[in-house]
């Protein structure tokens, strides 16, 4: 393995808070789909961006708290 290699720990922990930020973004963009296809506009995107950001903060603490949980042990 190479010195400079990142740890994959690290690695995994990265990609899983990217996730949540795709997580928030998803709801947006099918709210944005919806509006398009039935003129809901402009509920879609305001019940996605709810939804994503609800969704997206909770599935965070969720991440946070099992992270602290492993550091510790």
Known sequence: MAENAPNPRDLGRYFALAQVGLEMVAPIVLGLFLDSRLGWVP????????????????????????????DRE
Do not use: E, M
């Open 43 to 70: 509920w879609g995107v305001v019940v996605g961006a709810v939804l994503g950001l609800v969704g997206g903060l909770w599935h965070l603490v969720v991440l946070l708290n099992r992270f602290d949980k492993t």
